[in-house]
Every structure is written in structure tokens, then in C-alpha cells.
């Protein structure tokens, strides 16, 4: 990091008593307005001279080299405007305000970068650069945030910072853990990683709480949301502990698993619809961005048009994928059962057989007082299979 970003960094701790700051990888700014800015120099007339704007960006392909499901849900998802909705219909605590309150509140200086493509609304293509941000703890090992960013919080007077989390499970991925476990990993990194960054020394009070967001599409399983956070299982007396008014000192980690799929009706919350519209919905991609503009507040600006077209070439080519692979799996099913049936069958009927040459030989036996071997030759046993009906007599 170069002397300009410590400098500014250190300015701004100075500035806010050392809280509601992380200090961050440095990102570069992709400036998309058409106008110079930051290095540009002034003309003669005062203005900044005209730049021409780089190419968009796009997520990198994937190893097969196709875009994957999941880069292009975090790019699209990045926009300040997409995380106000995922906040204010995903969180409780956010519920009451409204999304441009809350777009306004996200703050995070060396990460967010305005793309002003929809001159009529600037703000609609606000993005979180570097959603891949790592956490290193020496022997902790490097995990990845898909998206890490910071709010201040709306409601609050002193303007409480929180540090938002939001990962999105890869759609049709099979986990060979409980995500519930990984909820309690990422939550409890976002609280250490604080440490000589947002809280000094033992001021454990300055500790900002987090929230970490799970999104998982799914294309069988029912909708659901549920959040976890800290309270009190256990007290007897007057623990001042139970106040009220300490509740926010231990109350710094929430975590919430959210699950939507297009295929179940019920419990269509708005958080469900609206992430169902945004990244899965099996709707036309028109209805889908009349949903999302009219219901959600999100504009259809250039680059959120041609992110949504990939979002829905991506999720049609897996829901494809996944029904083929159904019907394949349901075909194999049937010839499996059809198989099991038709050995049932031949097993019940050399079962049959069986019981009725035992009686054949009980007859013969009881008819001639004769032993079993000799009941067996006169009715025509071969040879091999005596033993196994010597052994059924026995036993029966």
C-alpha cells in the first residue's frame, strides 16, 4: 500500500476516534463516466479533459471458459442499489427504511466506485470493487468474502458502522458440510479480523457487529429464511446482564441463511421474490427487469441489462441441465425398478416351486414309507438339488 493510501487511511482513523474504519486492500477505480478524473489535469478553461471510458468489465471465466453462475451473480449483486434491497427485505433490523436511505448509508471509500452509465439516475450502477476480499490470520489460513462491505447504520444517532457479509452458494451445488458451520466460521473471522483495525488493545466495546448473508437458489428445494444471532439461554436473578440497554455488547454477530427457488409457491416473501426475479426466476428476462424497476426500485441501466442476460442464459442452461439430468436419473430409476420387480417375480415364483416339490416329496415319503433321498428319485430331482431340499426338510 503507497504512502497516499496510509496517509488517507490514518486521516480518516484520526477523524472518527479510530471506529467504523477497516483498512483495505487498495482497489483501483473503474471510471466509466466518460470524464477525467483523479490523474486528469485541468485545461485552460478549468475543466478536466476528456478521457475515453475502458472497456466494462466482466467477470473472469471460469476454468472451462465459460463464465460461471457465480461470478456474475456477485457482479451483479455488487451494486449499491441490489445490496439496499438485499438488506432491507433480507435483514430485519433494515426493514424500515427505505432503499435509498440505504443505498446512501454503504459506505466503504476505498471500494465502492460510481458508474455513472444512466445519466438520468448516476447512482443506479454504484459497485463494491474487489468482491473477492481476503482475510489472512497467520495460521489461520486465507478465506475469500464474496462481498464485504460497511453500513452506517440509518436509525442509529452516533451513526453505528456494520460490516455487511453476503455469499452466494453456486446454484446446484452439493455441500459436503452444514452451511451452518461455515456461517459460524465466516461470522466469527469478521469479529476477529477488528482487532488492531477497528478495536485497540482491550476496548472490546468498540467491536462493530456483523452480519453474514448466505444466498442459496435452489432449483427443488422450498423457500425459506431463517437468522441466527446471540441471546440468553440460561439466567436466574438479577443479572445485570439482562438489561436492555446492554444488549448491543454481546449482540455483534448475526448470521442468515436465505433459500428461494422458482419452482415453490409458497412463502414468496418480497426478499424471496425479489432474489428470485434477480438471479433464478424461469419468467421471461422482460418481466423479470419490469419486476425488479417497478416493484424493487432498480433501475435497468445498460450494464444491469446485459449482467441480467447473462444471469439468464446461465440459470436457463442449469435449470436445462438439471432436468435432463432429472429425467436421465428418473429413466435409470425406472429400469432399476423394473429390474428390482421382475427379480421379486422370479424370486417368488422359485419360491413357489420350491414349496410345491417339498410337498411332492412329503407325499411320496409319507405314500411309500420311504426315506427322502429315495422320494427324490422316484420323483425326478436331479441330483444337484438334493442337497438344498434335504437341507428345506430339515429346517421345515
Known amino acids: 500500500m503507497n504512502d497516499t493510501v496510509n496517509t488517507d487511511f490514518a486521516n480518516a482513523i484520526k477523524a472518527t476516534q479510530g471506529k467504523g474504519l477497516v483498512k483495505r486492500k487498495t482497489f483501483k477505480m473503474n471510471e466509466n463516466t466518460g470524464t477525467g478524473t483523479g490523474q486528469e489535469g485541468k485545461s485552460e ?3 478536466f479533459s476528456k478521457k475515453p471510458a475502458p472497456p466494462k468489465k466482466t467477470p473472469k471465466p471460469a476454468g472451462n471458459g465459460k463464465l460461471s453462475y457465480d461470478s456474475v451473480a456477485k457482479n451483479l449483486l455488487k451494486r449499491t442499489v441490489i445490496l439496499a434491497n438485499v438488506l432491507k427485505y433480507g435483514i ?3 426493514s424500515q427504511y427505505e432503499i435509498a436511505e440505504l443505498q446512501n448509508c454503504i459506505e466503504d471509500v476505498q471500494e465502492i466506485n460510481s458508474i455513472a452509465v444512466d445519466p438520468v439516475r448516476p447512482n443506479a450502477d454504484s459497485k463494491i470493487e474487489g468482491s473477492d476480499s481476503e482475510d489472512s490470520v497467520p ?11 460497511n453500513i452506517r447504520h440509518p436509525g442509529d444517532k452516533e451513526r453505528v458502522m456494520l460490516t455487511i457479509n453476503i455469499e452466494v452458494q453456486p446454484l446446484g451445488d452439493i455441500l ?7 456461517c459460524v466460521y465466516y461470522g466469527s473471522r469478521m469479529i476477529s479480523r477488528q482487532k488492531d483495525l477497528v478495536f485497540f488493545n482491550q476496548d472490546y466495546d468498540s467491536i462493530r ?19 441466527f444471532g446471540f441471546g440468553v439461554l440460561r439466567s436466574f436473578g438479577p443479572a445485570r446482564e439482562l438489561s436492555e440497554d446492554l444488549r448491543p455488547y454481546y449482540d455483534k454477530i448475526r448470521f442468515a441463511i436465505i433459500t428461494f427457488s422458482n419452482n415453490d409457491p409458497e412463502n ?9 426475479a434477480l438471479l433464478i426466476d424461469d419468467k421471461t428476462l422482460e418481466c423479470r427487469q419490469k419486476i425488479l424497476e417497478h416493484e424493487f426500485s432498480i433501475p435497468m441501466t445498460r450494464e444491469i441489462s446485459e449482467e441480467m442476460e447473462s444471469m439468464d442464459s446461465m440459470s436457463r442452461a442449469i435449470m436445462n441441465e438439471s432436468r435432463a439430468q432429472g429425467l436421465e436419473e428418473g429413466l435409470a430409476q425406472g429400469r432399476k425398478e423394473m429390474q428390482q420387480k421382475m427379480q421379486k417375480t422370479i424370486e417368488d415364483l422359485n419360491t413357489k416351486m420350491q414349496e410345491q416339490t417339498l410337498a411332492s416329496i412329503r407325499t411320496v415319503m409319507d405314500i411309500g414309507n420311504i426315506s427322502a433321498e429315495k422320494a427324490m428319485d422316484r420323483i425326478g430331482i436331479p441330483e444337484s438339488d438334493q442337497a438344498m431340499y434335504l437341507e428345506l426338510l430339515r429346517k421345515s
Open 45 to 47: 478553461s478549468g475543466t
Open 139 to 149: 495460521g489461520e489460513g486465507v478465506i475469500r468474502f464474496d462481498i464485504l462491505f
Open 209 to 227: 457487529k456483523v452480519y453474514c448473508l448466505w444466498l442459496r437458489p435452489s432449483l427443488d428445494c422450498k423457500n425459506s429464511l431463517v437468522e
Open 176 to 182: 459436503e458440510y452444514e452451511l451452518l458451520s461455515r
Open 92 to 94: 430485519e433490523e433494515f
Open 268 to 276: 414468496r416473501e418480497k426478499i424471496i421474490e425479489f432474489l428470485s
